[in-house]
T-cell receptor, first 113, second 114 residues
Framework: AQSVAQPEDQVNVAEGNPLTVKCTYS??????LFWYVQYPNRGLQFLLK??????LVKGSYGFEAEFNKSQTSFHLKKPSALVSDSALYFC???????????FGKGTMLLVSP | EAGVAQSPRYKIIEKRQSVAFWCNPI?????LYWYQQILGQGPKLLIQ????????DSQLPKDRFSAERLKGVDSTLKIQPAKLEDSAVYLC????????????FGSGTQLSVL
């Protein structure tokens, strides 16, 4: 079985400050990890993914995520938040031996001016 | 390129009525997914098609939900009869192939069952 947890319902950060959105996962085999973002009245958009290799992956809009195998985590980060980053962020996982994604419940990111 | 198209955008029905949602994936995408997103939760996979064959429908309530993918392109998801707990956003997504992790999502159909 595969599962993913996003422990925070909401993250608040001031514009210009660094942001972190947390995600932990559970899989039987090797994890394939993803972040998606959902802006109001729009569909989910792919941000980035980790399959293998460098533990720090870079994605769209200046976001990056750090894979930590020992902590089974895949936290989303950005060095300097923008008000336009305010959206709903979903972490997702797929076990290497399974073909479908399991999504977390989402974390609302609010960036204040 | 055109994105994933879904219709209708909104639908309000009474319980025990039937409803159908339509999805047109990105051209050339072999894999199509239907997800259910209940308010405050993440998307939950209902069914995955590879071309016009079903890959995974383990979480589809088959007593009331059905889906088909015509000629491996468009897809329709139907609920009959609807229950109050079916109120959710129904998302369609497509990808080039199964196991391709970059899914492209439509804007969804928001269903309210009264």
């Amino acid at each position: 079985a595969q599962s993913v947890a996003q422990p925070e319902d909401q993250v608040n950060v001031a514009e210009g400050n660094p942001l972190t959105v947390k995600c932990t996962y559970s899989v039987s085999g090797n994890p394939y990890l993803f972040w998606y973002v959902q802006y109001p009245n729009r569909g989910l958009q792919f941000l980035l993914k980790y399959i293998t290799g460098d533990n720090l992956v870079k994605g769209s809009y200046g976001f990056e995520a750090e894979f930590n195998k020992s902590q089974t985590s895949f936290h989303l980060k950005k060095p300097s938040a923008l008000v336009s980053d305010s959206a709903l962020y979903f972490c997702a996982v797929r076990d290497s031996g399974y073909s479908t994604l399991t999504f977390g419940k989402g974390t609302m990111l609010l960036v204040s001016p | 390129e055109a994105g994933v198209a879904q219709s209708p955008r909104y639908k309000i029905i009474e319980k025990r009525q039937s409803v159908a949602f339509w999805c047109n994936p990105i051209s050339g995408h072999a894999t199509l997914y239907w997800y259910q997103q209940i308010l405050g939760q993440g998307p939950k996979l209902l069914i995955q098609f590879q071309n016009n064959g079903v890959v995974d429908d383990s979480q589809l309530p088959k007593d009331r939900f059905s889906a088909e993918r015509l000629k491996g392109v468009d897809s329709t998801l139907k609920i009959q009869p609807a229950k109050l707990e079916d109120s959710a956003v129904y998302l369609c997504a497509s990808s080039l192939e199964a196991g391709n992790e970059k899914l492209f999502f439509g804007s969804g159909t928001q269903l309210s069952v009264l």
